[in-house]
């Protein structure tokens, strides 16, 4: 089986930022020579929302390096932003939080583009050959690694297993089974999957995300390579049947009445209250659930495209770390690459972001909701997203509305992404 990397440019930083809510040439700066000695202040900046697995590995970190102040920054708010104004400012710290690929050519918080710029140092790191190969490309630049991988999370179907146990039923491994889900749930008197398809910017793109594992990479993994070459367009291949389907789904009801005037936030809370069966979305939707319905239990499982039982599932890494190229305490810093990456501190950053760690890890242990999705990422069952441009990404969700009000078709959705893509 190929799995290609397939990080996107725009989708991964688009959805990761969703839901966590002048540069200089080169990119030849070399790594800083390391003296042995680690000492000093370490500082560095991350999300707010994670502070506290943050201060949980520091605190790991300092007990191996006690000379190292560690001094640690958590902002709310849009920390890409906030990254890119601290480098070009010259106020950076030593750690930076980034995202992970991206164009080179970009000027963006993702690794491709910092390394590109000479913004981020090499990681002088003993875990860099166990970097996953189906993931190698969204943390490297020109033959070396620059980001801590951090961990991956899904995109697939996120289910109120209480609600479900309660009404005796199952979660589909089929795509016959995903539509008697939706009639069996309203007979129950609740709906299958609270998709919030009226929150234009993500809303209608998730559950097509999610099959594009399954659909897409496995009948065209050369499909971005065809479309940039012109060989194919969006209409002829199987981003129409992705669309199909949720056409489908949307006639036999699965999405339940209001779907096109309902945020994410509100299906989230409509599945914890047992109203809806699952939503499809990304795993850090499940803090959200569980904080708003705790007396749920949860399970993640991917969406099944076809009948055949092969389905594969949707995986994006999220935050990475790099290191300012013009990082204070270059030392303590690659000092603290090396230590994330080790088992102990990978546990506590996947238990911390609700995700399995990028660099394989005999010292983690998938929580119960997402076993089934650690499984499958070990089985080399885990697919990139697909690479979207920003305005070709914008007019699917846009269209995918359109469809579901009856303006338009599944080819006409892939019709007017062809429009918009960019040769």
């Given at each position: 089986m190929k799995i290609r990397n397939l990080a996107a440019t725009t989708s991964v930083v688009a959805i990761t930022a969703l839901v966590l809510t002048g540069c200089s040439g080169g990119g030849d700066t070399p790594p800083a020579p390391s003296d042995g000695e680690v000492s000093g202040t370490l500082t560095g900046v991350f999300s707010s929302i994670f502070q506290d697995t943050y201060e949980e590995i520091a605190a790991a970190f300092s007990e191996k390096y006690p000379d190292v102040t560690v001094d640690f920054d958590y902002q709310g708010g849009d920390i890409a932003q906030l990254v890119m104004t601290q480098l070009q400012g010259g106020t950076a710290p030593d750690i930076l939080t980034s995202f992970p690929g991206g164009d080179p050519k970009d000027n963006a918080d993702n690794v491709a583009p910092l390394a590109a710029n000479g913004l981020i140092l090499p990681l002088e790191v003993t875990w860099a050959g166990d970097l996953p190969e189906a993931w190698a490309n969204d943390f490297t630049y020109d033959g070396e690694v620059y980001a801590y991988p951090g961990a991956l999370q899904p995109l697939a179907g996120i289910y109120n297993q209480t609600k479900m146990d309660e009404l005796g039923l199952s979660i589909p491994t089929t795509l016959d089974?995903?539509?008697?889900?939706?009639?069996?749930?309203?007979?129950?008197?609740?709906?299958?999957?609270?998709?919030?398809?009226?929150?234009?910017?993500?809303?209608?793109?998730m559950f097509p995300f999610a099959q594009t594992a399954t659909l897409l990479e496995q009948e065209m993994p050369d499909f971005d390579e065809q479309l940039a070459s012109g060989d194919i367009t969006y209409q002829d291949s199987p981003w129409v049947d992705i669309f199909e389907i949720q056409q489908d789904l949307w006639d036999a009801g699965c999405?339940?009445?209001?779907?096109?005037?309902?945020?994410?936030?509100?299906?989230?809370?409509?599945?914890?209250?047992?109203?809806?069966?699952?939503?499809?979305?990304?795993?850090?939707?499940?803090?959200?659930?569980s904080a708003a319905g705790p007396d749920n239990s949860y399970v993640v499982a991917p969406v099944p495209a076809n009948n055949d039982g092969e389905t594969f599932v949707t995986a994006l890494p999220g935050?990475?770390?790099?290191?300012?190229?013009?990082?204070?305490?270059?030392?303590?810093?690659?000092?603290?690459?090396?230590?994330?990456?080790?088992?102990?501190?990978?546990?506590?950053?996947?238990?911390?972001?609700?995700?399995?760690?990028?660099?394989?890890?005999?010292?983690?242990?998938?929580?119960?909701?997402?076993?089934?999705?650690?499984?499958?990422?070990?089985?080399?069952?885990?697919?990139?997203?697909?690479?979207?441009?920003?305005?070709?990404?914008?007019?699917?969700?846009?269209?995918l509305q359109a469809m579901f009000l009856g303006n338009t078709t599944p080819e006409g959705v892939a019709e007017s992404m062809q429009s918009a893509y960019k040769q």
């Open positions: 089974e995903v539509l008697q889900l939706c009639a069996d749930a309203t007979d129950a008197g609740v709906y299958a999957y609270a998709q919030g398809l009226g929150e234009a910017a993500a809303g209608p793109q999405f339940g009445e209001g779907a096109l005037g309902r945020s994410r936030e509100q299906g989230g809370n409509a599945v914890a209250a047992g109203q809806a069966l699952g939503i499809v979305d990304v795993g850090a939707v499940l803090a959200t659930l935050f990475v770390n790099t290191i300012n190229a013009k990082a204070k305490n270059p030392s303590a810093a690659q000092a603290f690459m090396e230590f994330l990456g080790s088992p102990e501190a990978s546990a506590i950053y996947a238990d911390g972001f609700k995700s399995v760690p990028v660099l394989p890890n005999d010292q983690y242990t998938p929580p119960a909701e997402l076993e089934a999705f650690a499984a499958l990422i070990a089985e080399n069952k885990g697919v990139s997203l697909p690479t979207l441009q920003t305005e070709v990404q914008a007019t699917m969700n846009q269209q």
